[in-house]
């Protein structure tokens, strides 16, 4: 059964640090893996796709990485603002094999939720 | 281009009862997926839609369905409510199935609150 671990679960730091958030997952066998922040009452923003070929992908502030053989994805945010206040997911699609249809299973982590003191 | 569209926002519904909730995606979007996310289970994986046929489904029970219309806009349904089916409820819409790496697009979420 997939797991995905998202530590810590909350994380509070000052203005213009950097942000350094993981996900781990116990399945290699993965398609691609998706960063997504969310913030209170609102559905998720997507943020970085990273497939299974790639080892990161970058946008803006945010570069995110990913080891498939150790089982885990960094989403590093640079010089943090009081705006990245959010709770940010991980998602991890995954090949289970079989028939073409439901041949993938999609899971996300639970989430680390950061907060930004300005 | 508008995102996607979810209605109603708010639902308040009894046990027994069941319900229905629809999800607009971006236009041009042929996947569609829906996740139900609570505090205790986090966001779970219902079902995936793509032109018009269910190509996965999560661990859900039998009362939890779905369907996808020819314009790519999709219900999803839960007959005989329970108290612990109370939760948001995200649709998401993508190019592509999940699986083909096109990013998942979330709308705001339907909160469906059972008594």
């Known amino acids: 059964k997939q797991e995905v671990t998202q530590i810590p679960a909350a994380l509070s730091v000052p203005e213009g640090e950097n942000l350094v958030l993981n996900c781990s997952f116990t399945d290699s066998a993965i398609y691609n893996l998706q960063w997504f922040r969310q913030d209170p009452g609102k559905g998720l923003t997507s943020l970085l796709l990273?497939?299974?070929?790639?080892r990161e992908q970058t946008s803006g502030r945010l570069n995110a990485s990913l080891d498939k053989s150790s089982g885990r994805s960094t989403l590093y945010i640079a010089a943090s603002q009081p705006g990245d206040s959010a709770t940010y997911l991980c998602a991890v699609i995954i090949s289970v094999g079989g028939l073409v249809a439901n041949d993938y299973k999609l899971s996300f982590g639970a989430g680390t939720t950061v907060t930004v003191r300005a | 281009k508008a995102g996607v569209t979810q209605t109603p926002r708010y639902l308040i519904k009894t046990r027994g009862q069941q319900v229905t909730l629809s999800c607009s995606p971006i236009s041009g979007h042929r996947s569609v997926s829906w996740y139900q996310q609570t505090p205790g289970q986090g966001l779970q994986f219902l079902f995936e839609?793509?032109?018009?046929?269910?190509?996965n489904k999560g661990n859900f029970p039998g009362r939890f369905s779905g369907r996808q219309f020819s314009n790519s806009r999709s219900e999803m349904n839960v007959s005989t409510l329970e108290l612990g089916d109370s939760a948001l409820y995200l649709c998401?819409?993508?190019?592509?199935?999940?699986?083909?790496?096109?990013?998942?697009?979330f709308g705001n979420g339907t909160r469906l609150t059972v008594t």
């Open positions: 990273i497939q299974s070929s790639q």
């Open positions: 839609y793509f032109s018009e046929t269910q190509r």
């Open positions: 998401a819409s993508s190019l592509e199935k999940a699986r083909e790496g096109s990013p998942l697009h």
